[in-house]
């Protein structure tokens, strides 16, 4: 069965520094998700990306995020100057169309922020 | 914003018997979507029920089923003859019909199998 997949499953880095995460959706689907998830907290909606374009964002995400579909199969996550807070999971996620479709999630990309 | 609260950090069930486990939201929209996701220790979640707002039977899967109180704002999972294998964080998730298809998650509940 398809699935999403993400590397690395585990990214340690200093404060100050950039991470880029890294994601390959399901291979037809359109729509593409990023998430975080705190220790201990809920899972928030950071942006969705559709047609090669941002579609939704939440106040989460500023000007220190950025996504991108560099080519037909992988989606990025950069966080351009990481701070501590930023240490969470992050969950990579696809789906194939706007309507009741199932979202498919990704394992997941531990950042720790040192 | 839509909110979504699940007021049990943790539960626990004995293998073969029932559990409820409780999500309750608040939107001003007629139309959405609400679903239960299943995260394993693996951490992958996965889809394990969803519900049409504007359906007013309840959804099943199997051993899965919800009850679905719309003018209550309450969406419950109940798994029957509950196994080893349902043991893990599950969240209750809320998605609008119109415009942005995001999911709104609350915090989730742990729920323990004891064999």
């Known amino acids: 069965e398809p699935e999403v997949t993400q590397t690395p499953s585990h990214q340690v880095t200093q404060m100050g520094q950039e991470v880029i995460l890294r994601c390959v959706p399901i291979?037809?689907?359109?729509?593409f998700y990023w998430y975080r998830q705190i220790l201990g907290q809920k899972v928030e909606f950071l942006v969705s990306f559709y047609n090669n374009e941002i579609s939704e964002k939440s106040e989460i995400f500023d000007d220190q995020f950025s996504v991108e579909r560099p080519d037909g199969s992988n989606f990025t996550l950069k966080i351009r100057s990481t701070k501590l807070e930023d240490s969470a999971m992050y969950f990579c996620?696809?789906?194939?169309?706007?309507?009741?479709?199932?979202?498919?999630f990704g394992p997941g990309t531990r950042l720790t922020v040192t | 914003a839509q909110t979504v609260t699940q007021s049990q950090p943790e539960m626990s069930v004995q293998e073969a018997e029932t559990v409820t486990l409780s999500c309750t939201y608040d939107?001003?929209?007629?139309?959405?979507?609400l679903f239960w996701y299943k995260q394993p220790p693996s951490r992958q979640m996965i889809l394990v029920i969803r519900q049409e707002a504007y359906k007013q039977q309840n959804a099943t899967e199997n051993r899965f089923s919800v009850n679905f109180q719309k003018a209550a704002k309450s969406f419950s999972l109940k798994i029957s003859d509950s196994q080893l294998g349902d043991a893990a964080m599950y969240f209750c998730a809320y998605r609008s019909a119109a415009g942005a298809n995001n999911l709104f998650f609350g915090t989730g509940t742990r729920l323990t199998v004891i064999p």
């Open positions: 996620a696809s789906t194939g169309g706007t309507g009741y479709y199932e979202q498919y």
């Open positions: 291979s037809n689907h359109l729509y």
């Open positions: 939107t001003s929209e007629s139309d959405y979507y």
